[in-house]
T-cell receptor
């Protein structure tokens, strides 16, 4: 699975949009981009995933560049409860790696009042 | 609806003692099951995964073992704990046959080995 690079940390003001970047320059054509987050002392929570089209759900939007070498997770209106470590993961869909997620260090996002 | 349980929530054990952590899933059948560990200040590391009863795959060599005696039960064990086994242990499940689907994580067990 492709390796991802994320900033170690970032701050965001409450009510503003939080844009979380992720680089995955070695991504393959059959690898998807997943985002999870982990609030302190809890298990990770799935946010969103995509292949090449931009995706949006009730939690966030995922913007994937045309060359698929990077993506951005957008939290449209950050709240204090969005303070968490955000993980960007890319992985192949296939029988050899069913469901396995390789977590990196992630980005610690702190939302301030 | 589906739920995942882990127990105990916290555990303090001496070095050399045995370990048994249990994870159970309700509301789904034939799930993929996973054990992850998160050391203090580190990311999550996949330890084991299972696609069915008695089928266990290990991701990294270690002092731990896993078993799946029932479809929705996943157990993490050790015969003799090491200091390095301390961490936050998370169980997760996903729906078998849909590899793109999300994983659902349990509340975790915080293990401290002294």
């Amino acid at each position: 699975d492709a390796k991802t690079t994320q900033p170690t940390s970032m701050d965001c003001a409450e009510g503003r949009a939080a844009n979380l970047p992720c680089n995955h320059s070695t991504i393959s054509g059959n690898e998807y981009v997943y985002w999870y987050r982990q609030i302190h002392s809890q298990g990770p929570q799935y946010i969103i995933h995509g292949l090449k089209n931009n995706e949006t759900n009730e939690m966030a939007s995922l913007i994937i560049t045309e060359d698929r070498k990077s993506s951005t997770l957008i939290l449209p209106h950050a709240t204090l409860r969005d303070t968490a470590v955000y993980y960007c993961i890319v992985r192949v869909a296939g029988s050899d790696s069913w469901g396995k997620l390789q977590f990196g260090a992630g980005t610690q996002v702190v939302v301030t009042p | 609806s589906q739920t995942i349980h882990q127990w105990p929530a916290t555990l303090v054990q001496p070095v050399g003692s045995p370990l048994s952590l249990e994870c159970t899933v309700e509301g789904t059948s034939n799930p993929n099951l996973y054990w992850y560990r998160q050391a203090a200040g580190r990311g999550l590391q996949l330890l084991f995964y299972s696609v069915g009863i008695g089928q266990i795959s290990s991701e990294v060599p270690q002092n731990l073992s896993a078993s799946r005696p029932q479809d929705r039960q996943f157990i993490l064990s050790s015969k003799k704990l090491l200091l390095s086994d301390s961490g936050f242990y998370l169980c997760a499940w996903s729906v078998l046959g849909t590899p793109l689907n999300e994983q659902f994580f349990g509340p975790g067990t915080r293990l401290t080995v002294l």
